[in-house]
């Protein structure tokens, strides 16, 4: 059996922090089939989820200092809606949930001129000691920065998007998934 998901419109999306945007489609993002190559959806996604990580304080100085970052340990991309050159696009990034190790998180592409999402990418990053690693748990403070994010991002009203595969494993098989 096929779960359906129910996906938020554009005015709700756009209530989230705008991670960059709003950003011009230009013509070298284009491929063969007349619309943005796939490859420029993960690069936006990825952007977008960096500069969120940054705001929880993630940053180049956190890893120098800390010896501490995030990898990703699963992603999955979506595709709602065909981005076109020219059209105008922005990124927004909202928490799914957390444990002490792990962030569930998604980036949501918007189309601007359509007004439509356009796609999601939907990550699982695991925080890490850089130097052994190894999956280790979130700092005192960047654990407060993340509860925040997500306390914004609970805010909004609605379910994320989710896949419904991957997420928080200890939560997911605890629930029975």
Known sequence: MTATVTLPTYDQ????????????VP???????GHMNIRHYLDLGAEAID???????????????????????????????????GHQISAYFRIVERSDKII????LLVDDTTEMLANTLE???PHVD?????????ASDIAEA????LAVT???????????????????????R
């Open 27 to 33: 013509p070298e993002f284009e491929d063969a089939n």
């Open 123 to 125: 990550v699982v990053a």
């Open 104 to 107: 569930h998180g998604m980036a």
């Open 154 to 176: 609970e805010q909004v009203g609605w379910p994320a998007p989710v896949c419904g595969v991957m997420g928080i494993r200890s939560r997911r098989d605890g629930a029975g």
């Open 146 to 149: 993340v509860d925040r994010e």
């Open 13 to 24: 999306v756009v209530r989230l922090p705008r991670e960059f945007g709003p950003l011009v």
């Open 51 to 85: 500069t969120a990580f940054r705001r929880i304080g993630l940053t180049d100085d956190y890893r120098a200092t800390r010896k501490q970052g995030f990898f990703t340990a699963e992603h999955h991309l979506k595709y709602y809606t065909e981005v076109h050159v």
């Open 130 to 138: 850089l130097t052994t690693r190894r999956v280790v748990a979130f």
